[in-house]
């Protein structure tokens, strides 16, 4: 931007005050590509969610699985784009809780940072959890035990994210690229066999395998509606476009692009992967024990389809705890410069990477380590309910942060990006009450909801323990011995 583009703005909106620096973004690289970008929200969209999760979830809903993907999907899509305005209105690796900073205050930025906490640790736990079962899947590993396997993927990633963020947007890279290859070649095939009628499983594939199976809602509407926390799970770890806009050089022109794709790609590879599902086999042959690609490639007699399936699966997995990793490491840091975080997170090694962050995370992994070894078979359910509360709430404070943001451009006090939200403040109102509404509705699933809804008290009174540990801290963000761990 020219000198004179800059005078003309300023005299424009004479009112409008710069925005507020965080001092978390000091000592960074700028080393993430737009390639990396791009795959990070790429791998965010796609995960097991889609490639394991999508099985349990045709069975118990049946083909209406799709509209609740596109629903829950278009909803992801207004929290990134709120979440990509902010990013351009100032770019920050403290993400959204560098924004409840500025928005909400300091306590907004503590529930903020340490829910997306809960959310990845315990998320990094269901992770490792699921590398151990499906390396399983394979005889060659079948006698190691799950908690050593476990913990081998776990050594494994963290190595990848203390090395640099170049190192971890290449691996993400990658990870993406197998996902995305995988998804369109079984689309492809799965084309093929609707478009020459192919039989698969004994059933000819079309618009007839859901009308003479019940329809779109064999089960009826209620089982749809308690799959929409699975459902928004599944998108979560969309909002590291954010947190990676903060280690790139050309954040205003990657965000834009990164952000507006995310829509498409939900409505291709969820939306599209599922309605071919539905129409290829009753939701009926579909479990919660095999991922619904390979029912379909096993039903037409493709040999080592489990083999593939389970490697991306698997990759997946390894895929979402590598950036589960990375994305606390930053937002930990964020908050330890204000005060609102143990001091040591603050802490960067050589290659600009803010390992106190990360490490704390790895510690939490590793009592899902311990987790796997006491109860092996009950160590991934426990962990994912727990998660589902974090990405929920992460979700609604993005969306509360960009009303307040909103509503002080109106008033002057800061400038909005021309890449905006469209139809604010009632896109802001009606994602926050569908989100709300989507964690009331999971108190009709006695077996996982009911359950998770109550560990939100539990979950409180931790926050505000918590808050009053740290109050006296959160004062002193300019001590200089915080300024010294980033040296």
């Given at each position: 931007m020219s000198k004179d583009s800059v005078r003309t703005a300023e005299v424009a909106a004479p009112q409008a005050a710069a925005s507020p620096?965080?001092?978390?973004?000091?000592?960074?690289?700028?080393?993430?590509?737009?390639?990396?970008?791009?795959?990070?929200a790429i791998g965010g969209a796609i995960g097991t969610g889609l490639f394991l999760g999508a099985g349990g979830r045709l069975h118990s809903a049946g083909p209406a699985l799709a509209l609740a993907y596109l629903?829950?999907?278009?909803?992801?899509?207004?929290?990134?784009?709120?979440?990509?305005?902010?990013?351009?209105?100032?770019?920050s690796s403290g993400s959204f809780v560098s924004y409840a900073?500025?928005?909400?205050g300091e306590k907004g930025a503590y529930v903020a940072g340490w829910m997306y906490f809960l959310n990845w640790s315990t998320t990094g736990i269901a992770d490792i959890t699921a590398i151990a079962l499906y390396t399983h899947y394979w005889s060659l590993f079948t006698s190691i035990p799950q908690w050593v396997l476990a913990l081998v993927a776990l050594t494994v990633v963290l190595a990848v994210n203390l090395i640099s963020v170049k190192i971890f947007g290449e691996m993400e890279f990658w990870f993406a690229i197998v996902k995305v290859a995988t998804l369109v070649a079984f689309m492809c095939v799965g084309i093929f066999l609707l478009a020459t009628r192919h039989q698969v499983g004994g059933q000819t594939p079309g618009p007839g395998?859901?009308?003479?199976?019940?329809?779109?809602?064999?089960?009826?509407?209620?089982?749809?509606?308690l799959v929409m926390q699975g459902v928004i799970f599944a998108y979560a770890a969309l909002e590291l476009v954010g947190?990676?806009?903060?280690?790139?050089?050309e954040p205003e022109k990657i965000v834009p692009r990164a952000v507006n794709s995310i829509m498409w790609r939900v409505g291709l590879?969820?939306?599209?992967?599922?309605?071919?599902?539905?129409?290829?086999?009753?939701g009926s042959l579909y479990s919660a024990d095999e991922s619904p690609f390979v029912t379909v490639l096993s039903k037409i007699g493709v040999s080592g389809a489990g083999d593939v399936m389970n490697?991306?699966?698997?990759?997946?997995?390894?895929?979402?705890?590598?950036?589960?990793?990375?994305?606390?490491?930053?937002?930990?840091?964020?908050?330890?410069?204000?005060g609102s975080a143990p001091r040591f997170t603050a802490r960067m090694n050589r290659s600009q990477v803010p390992y106190g962050g990360i490490l704390l995370t790895c510690a939490v992994c590793v009592l899902g380590v311990g987790l796997n070894y006491l109860m092996p078979g009950q160590a991934f359910e426990i962990v994912l309910n727990i998660a589902s509360l974090g990405v929920i709430s992460t979700w609604v404070i993005i969306m509360i942060c960009h009303l307040v943001f909103?509503?002080?451009?109106?008033?002057g006090l800061v400038r909005r990006p021309s890449f905006r939200l469209p139809g604010s403040p009632a896109t802001e109102i009606v994602t926050i009450v569908f989100l709300i509404a989507v964690l009331g509705l999971m108190w009709d699933d006695p077996e996982v909801g009911r359950r998770t809804l109550l560990l939100i008290p539990v979950v409180a009174a931790a926050l505000v323990a918590g808050w009053f540990a740290v109050r006296d801290r959160v004062s002193e963000a300019t001590d200089p011995e915080l300024s010294q761990l980033t040296e």
């Open positions: 620096a965080d001092a978390g973004d000091a000592g960074y690289s700028k080393d993430l590509k737009h390639r990396h970008v791009n795959m990070i629903v829950c999907g278009v909803f992801a899509f207004f929290v990134v784009r709120a979440l990509g305005e902010l990013v351009l209105y100032r770019p900073r500025e928005f909400l395998v859901i009308t003479e199976h019940g329809g779109l809602l064999p089960h009826g509407a209620m089982p749809v509606v947190v990676a806009a903060g280690e790139t050089a590879f969820y939306v599209g992967s599922v309605v071919l599902l539905a129409v290829l086999l009753p490697l991306v699966v698997l990759t997946a997995a390894m895929s979402s705890l590598n950036s589960g990793l990375y994305s606390t490491g930053r937002i930990l840091r964020s908050m330890a410069m204000a909103v509503r002080r451009a109106r008033a």
